[in-house]
């Protein structure tokens, strides 16, 4: 009942926001509303392990709003809860097409690559990001991923452009130091 209230509310603002009958920002402060109680209803789902209902509200959410990072992570993460790893992956992939431009738009897909551990995948999408300065994530995944497929040079050149944006990061200082062992002790060519 609570969801259909919701529901309701959420396409009564959108037909008015459409229709040109309220002012923005009064539909914006009515989405925000609904959008603050999707959001605590998922969290109540999730901690009953209601994961079905929890995926119906988030596909909702996620068809108004395919530029949140956040519902679209969690609807991707709540896929994979349920082993629907199909359904999880074409989420990602909407979210960096629809995302194209953002730093962070092919991190989900690329983060469920590497969980996956189809590290070649990985670098296609990430490397590309890289000058848009994305979240640090996106530098450890591409990274470990170089890393992992015995690119170590490559390895070592993100570690390195991380580091220049974050200095004081020590694990990233670690890893860096990992890579160029492995590079002084690998054979020529990697």
Same mark, same amino acid.
Request: charged share 25%; aromatic share 10%; net charge negative.
């Given at each position: 009942?609570?969801?259909?209230?919701?529901?309701?509310?959420?396409?009564?603002?959108?037909?008015?926001?459409?229709?040109?009958?309220?002012?923005?920002?009064?539909?914006?402060?009515?989405?925000?509303?609904?959008?603050?109680?999707?959001?605590?209803?998922?969290?109540?789902?999730?901690?009953?392990?209601?994961?079905?209902?929890?995926?119906?509200?988030?596909?909702?959410?996620?068809?108004?709003?395919?530029?949140?990072?956040?519902?679209?992570?969690?609807?991707?993460?709540?896929?994979?809860?349920?082993?629907?790893?199909?359904?999880?992956?074409?989420?990602?992939? $909407?979210?960096?097409?629809?995302?194209?431009?953002?730093?962070? $738009?092919?991190?989900?897909?690329?983060?469920?690559?590497?969980?996956?551990?189809?590290?070649?995948?990985?670098?296609?999408?990430?490397?590309?990001?890289?000058?848009?300065?994305?979240?640090?994530?996106?530098?450890?995944?591409?990274?470990?991923?170089?890393?992992?497929?015995?690119?170590?040079?490559?390895?070592?050149?993100?570690?390195?452009?991380?580091?220049?944006?974050?200095?004081?990061?020590?694990?990233?200082?670690?890893?860096?130091?990992?890579?160029?062992?492995?590079?002084?002790?690998?054979?020529?060519?990697?």
């Amino acid at each position: 009942m609570r969801a259909t209230f919701v529901f309701v509310l959420v396409v009564v603002a959108t037909l008015a926001c459409a229709q040109g009958g309220a002012e923005p920002s009064r539909v914006d402060a009515i989405m925000d509303v609904a959008f603050n109680w999707m959001d605590r209803q998922v969290d109540i789902w999730y901690e009953d392990g209601d994961y079905p209902r929890d995926v119906q509200l988030l596909r909702m959410q996620n068809a108004l709003r395919p530029s949140d990072y956040g519902i679209a992570d969690t609807l991707g993460y709540m896929l994979e809860n349920v082993e629907r790893m199909d359904e999880a992956l074409a989420v990602y992939v $909407g979210f960096r097409k629809a995302n194209a431009a953002q730093a962070d $738009g092919p991190f989900p897909e690329a983060n469920f690559y590497f969980q996956q551990k189809l590290y070649a995948k990985v670098p296609a999408l990430l490397e590309p990001s890289l000058a848009l300065k994305p979240h640090a994530n996106s530098f450890r995944v591409l990274a470990h991923s170089y890393e992992r497929l015995n690119l170590l040079s490559d390895s070592e050149r993100v570690w390195k452009a991380y580091l220049a944006l974050a200095p004081g990061d020590d694990p990233a200082r670690k890893n860096l130091a990992r890579v160029q062992q492995k590079l002084k002790s690998a054979p020529t060519g990697s």
